[in-house]
Every structure is written in structure tokens, then in C-alpha cells.
């Protein structure tokens, strides 16, 4: 048995869609994957071997590079904008999300959205207060109509089968190959 410790997104993305390729050249070893964002102590709590990404945190660990993400992570200098209170922070958000949806493209995300507009361009739009309220305001009315939060139906218990797979540790039984 091979116990190994991953973060979430790791584990579902990258490691769960190639276990049938893995069961197929190594069909005589058990698997059990644990998921886990935090970078658990593995002598500790049994594990094997870890998979993680970004430095090494603790020097007593022996690392060896597997692969190079293509994750890109955009960050600014500077701030797009600044708030005093929670208040002043949701209308913010929720000018932003709708200055987003009526100007990016079909399937764009955020931050390609950013670079090719110009964070500049965002800002000067954020920086008008009135801009910012009729935005907010057109925000608020789109999601007076679905305000749909699965994620807390989930947490709170319904269709927990829909991710029951991931909410154990089970070891993948695998048979030698012929």
C-alpha cells in the first residue's frame, strides 16, 4: 500500500483523471490518496510520499521535480481599488463582477479579461462613484432573480453523494499486468 498526500485541486485534476493509465502500467500496487491542503507532517500521519507544489517548506523533506505547471497567476503592484468598510467592499466586488460580465468576452476569464482591457481601464472605471453604484446596482438585479449557492446545499448535507468519492480515503485495488 502507497499512501500519498496532495493538495485538493492537484489531486482531481491532475492525479484522478490519469489513475487509469497508472492502474495499467503498475496493476500490483494499492493506492490510498488523501487530500489535504495542508502540508501535514507524512512520517507523522503515515505517509508515504507527498505531492506538492511551490517550494519546499521544510528542508528535511527530499524533493524531486515532476513537472512544470502552466497555472497563471496574475497579481498587481498596485491595489484596483481601495474601501473603508464591508459595505463599501461588497459594492465594489459586485461593480467589478458586472463590469466583468458585460465586457469580456464569451468564456474569458478575469485576469485575460485585465490584461488585454488594462488594469488601468478598470480602475479608472471603479474610481467613479457613480459608475460604481449604477454597476453594483445592475449586479444586485441580476442575482435577484438566482441566488443558487450549491456549495452551501453541499456543505450543509444535500447531494453529498455527488462528492462522497473524494470524502474518504479508499486504496485503489490494482492487479498485476499481464
Not at 508515504?48 to 503592484?77: N, Q
Not at 461588497?90 to 485575460?112: D, S, V
Not at 438585479?141 to 462528492?163: F, M, N, T
Request: charged content about 25%; some cysteine.
Amino acid at each position: 500500500m502507497l499512501r500519498v498526500l496532495m493538495p485538493y485541486t492537484l489531486g482531481l485534476s491532475v492525479v484522478e483523471p490519469r489513475l487509469g493509465e497508472f492502474r495499467q502500467h503498475y496493476q500490483k500496487v494499492q493506492l490510498a490518496l488523501t487530500y489535504d491542503n495542508y502540508p501535514l507532517d507524512l512520517i507523522e500521519h503515515g505517509f508515504d510520499a507527498a505531492l506538492r507544489t511551490g517550494p519546499l517548506s521544510d528542508s528535511g523533506y527530499s524533493a524531486r521535480l515532476l513537472g512544470r505547471s502552466r497555472a497563471h497567476l496574475p497579481a498587481s503592484p498596485v491595489y484596483l481599488c481601495k474601501v473603508e468598510t464591508e459595505e463599501q467592499a461588497m459594492e465594489m466586488c459586485g461593480a467589478f463582477i458586472q463590469l466583468y460580465r458585460e465586457e469580456a468576452h464569451y468564456l474569458e476569464r478575469t485576469a485575460p479579461w485585465i490584461e488585454r482591457v488594462g488594469i488601468e481601464s478598470v480602475r479608472q472605471r471603479l474610481a467613479d462613484a457613480e459608475e460604481v453604484r449604477k454597476l453594483a446596482a445592475r449586479f444586485r438585479l441580476s442575482q435577484k432573480y438566482s441566488q443558487h449557492d450549491p456549495w452551501a446545499e453541499r456543505a450543509g448535507g444535500k447531494r453529498a453523494d455527488l462528492h462522497a468519492h473524494i470524502a474518504q480515503v479508499r486504496p485503489l485495488q490494482m492487479e498485476p499486468a499481464e
